[in-house]
């Protein structure tokens, strides 16, 4: 059974920090793995990650993907307040199927 | 503004109800997810159909919930009779497969249907 591991459960940083969120994965079925940021309502798509290391960044995000190693880390740099969100890493198998973790809930302070 | 569309946005009912939640799929998506999030246990998998047809059903509870695509704008979850432990938040998402852009994993969630089983 594909499984999705991300940790730490939970953080809280002051602006400004930087964080880093993990992600593994046991997938039989890899295609590929994608991180969400989930506010007060639905996810919202960040990053597709295919290929091992080569680093995908938006903004102040970026993330990368080992497929060695089966893990994936999400970086935010000089977090903000509008930070504060739940993100969600998921795998994807064949035809589109995603596998979510649990999530790692970020709180930003000011 | 394309986006996925769910209905209700909250639901209060009684234990032993019928509950049915609604989704439009984005206009030319051809697979519709269905997700139930709770604290305990996260964005769970519930149902997936491509192309209308019934892909995947093995996360969910077969003897109350049931789900459907009457056509291609409309994808239905359905609770018979439902239970304080179904009360959660259900989310239907939609994606294109297999799809031309890079981007063909992204799904583009609704904005959920919070259900309250009392």
């Known amino acids: 059974e594909d499984k999705v591991v991300q940790s730490p459960l939970s953080l809280v940083v002051h602006e400004g920090d930087t964080v880093t969120l993990n992600c593994s994965y046991e997938?039989?079925?890899?295609?590929?793995l994608l991180w969400y940021k989930q506010e007060k309502k639905a996810p919202t798509f960040l990053f597709m990650l295919?290929?091992?290391?080569i680093e995908k960044k938006s903004g102040r995000l970026s993330s990368i993907l080992d497929k060695k190693e089966l893990f994936s880390i999400l970086n935010i740099t000089a977090t903000q307040t509008g930070d504060s969100a739940v993100y969600l890493c998921a795998q994807k198998a064949a035809g589109n199927k995603l596998t979510f973790g649990g999530g790692t809930r970020v709180l930003v302070k000011p | 503004d394309a986006r996925v569309t769910q209905t209700p946005r909250h639901k209060v009912t009684e234990m032993g109800q019928e509950v049915t939640m609604r989704c439009q799929p984005i206009?030319?998506?051809?697979?519709v997810f269905w997700y139930r999030q709770t604290m305990m246990q996260g964005l769970e998998l519930l149902a997936y159909f491509r192309n209308r047809a019934p892909l995947d059903d093995s996360g969910m509870p077969k003897d109350r919930f049931s789900a459907e695509m009457p056509d291609a704008t409309l994808a239905t979850l359905k609770i018979q009779p439902s239970e304080p432990r179904d009360s959660a938040v259900y989310f239907c998402?939609?994606?294109?497969?297999?799809?031309?852009?890079?981007?063909?994993?992204?799904?583009?969630f609704g904005e959920g249907s919070r259900l309250t089983v009392l």
């Open positions: 998402a939609s994606g294109l497969y297999p799809g031309t852009s890079v981007n063909t994993g992204e799904l583009f």
């Open positions: 206009l030319g998506h051809n697979t």
């Open positions: 997938v039989t079925n890899f295609r590929s």
């Open positions: 295919t290929s091992s290391g």
